[in-house]
């Protein structure tokens, strides 16, 4: 039996895709909040009419185009046998040493750099090859398409690694971020350019789909191993069929965990069920519509292996989820929390306008919950909170001050309160909170910070607002740590020094809510 972390390649190269992957996410969350090109996404729309019919231009298509997937072979999973509960905690260990060395090696390493270059080629070769196939190109523009998609995804891996480099402040990381933009939107141009206008939305629609279709290379595979094909027909079926449920997303009557928890934050989830728990079920039911749908579109034989791939894709992911080091803080009292920092009021108040502040909205998209931003004729930055179901949405800023550390975080030492000037009609619950440098998702390898912080995410257990404009203050002191989010074994201190973000909560389970937000500031 092979080990799971015998051979040093595969796991760096694993490791990459996970370090990578999860700080994608948050990129591509910055890269929505950058102003839209409008006039250019007509000019385009111009150049391919069909576009306009499906609504999709390059503009509003690129964002599903900047995060670098792993592109793993879904039949490459090893087996590994069961593990004691020893040896399970020894490999989880193992697991999230190595994660926080990778990462490391993500800043520094010029050779990691190389070796995302290199995965980026195999990951387009692999995605690409049937829609090249499909359209019949040419084998010289196919090889200048591969390169202009390997060049715009390595345009995403270049701008991770460079914002890794805590030497760059907030001015710097800006220009980062659009010069990587302006030229993923050329790169766009030019594959618009070769493809002509009814093979680019043909482009644009199997762009769509890539993800249902990395899904189903594993079950292509197997067919391939038992000598069965599988028609474009039927695989085109399959691939829609999957899309379709995957937008559906899962109701709380076909998962009974979602029932149960739902409407709970994910601090709140914490003994109750972890986000391992909560995708394996989803998995689970998605697993459940593609065989009903694959019933009408498969021969027996093609069906029988459909359901042995998805069987084999359950228990892989359940053993992955397994061997995930865990973060979860030994004791649920998070009430116990500290402000640092030194006493007094700051010299300069850490401010937000937040018509014109950088932002960045979150929420339970799975459960139904999102928050839309838009600018008021006040000046004033206005949130549509769809929170009737899931666990809410809500808005981070990321404030400036004129005292701020190497990464952008800020010095907000002497601060006390949280205040902020927000309109909303009376009773809708808000739940305010601060991010240090270094919080990331609550499983990341390595929460260190700016100026000592380490990484932790705070909370408040909320207020009920007052109808029309009010001023709220939160004293830091009544934040409790954030179970489901950032570091759950730090000091339990709110590191003033080095604040990265000033959130705020809409939970779920409460009346849909249109707020107008003027100013948050730490005082």
């Not at 010029?110 to 829609?131: E, G, I, S």
């Not at 409407?263 to 986000?275: F, I, M, N």
Request: charged share 25%.
């Amino acid at each position: 039996m092979r080990r799971l972390f015998s051979i040093l390649p595969a796991l760096a190269a694993m490791a990459l895709v996970i370090v990578y992957s999860l700080q994608a996410v948050e990129l591509g969350k910055v890269h929505a909040q950058l102003d839209q090109r409008e006039q250019h996404q007509k000019e385009l729309a111009t150049r391919s009419p069909r576009n306009v019919h499906h609504g999709k231009t390059v503009a509003s298509h690129r964002k599903n185009m900047t995060q670098v997937s792993s592109g793993g072979d879904s039949n490459g999973n090893q087996q590994v046998g069961s593990f004691t509960s020893s040896s399970s905690n020894a490999v989880r260990a193992k697991v999230a040493a190595f994660l926080k060395e990778m990462q490391q090696r993500l800043q520094n390493d010029p050779a990691v750099r190389r070796l995302a270059h290199a995965q980026t080629a195999k990951m387009v070769n692999k995605d690409y090859a049937d829609l090249f196939k499909y359209l019949k190109i040419s084998p010289a523009d196919a090889d200048k398409l591969s390169q202009l998609l390997q060049g715009k995804y390595n345009l995403d891996v270049d701008l991770f690694l460079d914002l890794s480099n805590s030497g760059y402040n907030n001015a710097q990381r800006q220009a980062l971020i659009r010069d990587a933009r302006e030229a993923r939107f050329r790169i766009e141009e030019q594959i618009a350019a070769i493809l002509g206008t009814e093979d680019y939305t043909t482009y644009l629609d199997y762009v769509d789909t890539i993800p249902q279709r990395r899904e189903l290379a594993g079950y292509k595979d197997k067919l391939f191993a038992a000598g069965i094909d599988l028609t474009w027909d039927q695989e085109d079926k399959l691939i829609r069929a999957m899309r379709e449920n995957s937008q559906r997303g899962v109701t709380e009557e076909e998962n009974p965990l979602l029932a149960e928890i739902g409407h709970l934050l994910p601090e709140e989830r914490v003994g109750k069920a972890t986000p391992e728990d909560i995708y394996l079920e989803q998995m689970k039911v998605q697993h459940e519509r593609l065989l009903a749908d694959a019933k009408s579109v498969l021969t027996d034989d093609q069906y029988r292996l459909l359901q042995d791939y998805v069987t084999d894709q359950e228990k892989s992911s359940k053993l992955w989820a397994d061997l995930m080091p865990s973060n979860e803080t030994e004791s649920n009292d998070r009430a116990t929390v500290k402000v640092g920092g030194s006493q007094g009021t700051p010299a300069q108040p850490v401010s937000v306008i937040a018509a014109t502040a950088a932002q960045v909205t979150w929420g339970d998209d799975a459960g139904g919950s999102s928050a839309k931003i838009y600018k008021t004729d006040g000046n004033t930055l206005g949130i549509h909170a769809e929170v009737s179901s899931g666990w809410g949405s809500g808005i981070t800023f990321w404030p400036t001050g004129s005292a701020q550390n190497d990464d952008g975080s800020v010095n907000a030492s002497g601060a006390q309160e949280i205040v902020a000037r927000i309109k909303a009609p009376a009773g809708v619950t808000l739940r305010f909170g601060l991010l240090e440098s270094g919080s990331g998702w609550s499983g990341a390898p390595d929460f260190t910070g700016a100026a000592g912080a380490d990484g932790e995410a705070f909370r408040h257990e909320g207020i009920q607002t007052q109808d029309g404009w009010q001023t709220y203050t939160i004293p830091l002191s009544q934040l409790k740590l954030n179970g489901g989010y950032g570091n759950q074994k730090g000091n339990r201190t709110i590191d003033v020094q080095a604040i990265k973000g000033i959130e705020i909560l809409i939970p779920g389970g409460q009346p849909n809510a249109d707020l107008e937000i003027d100013s948050v500031r730490l005082q």
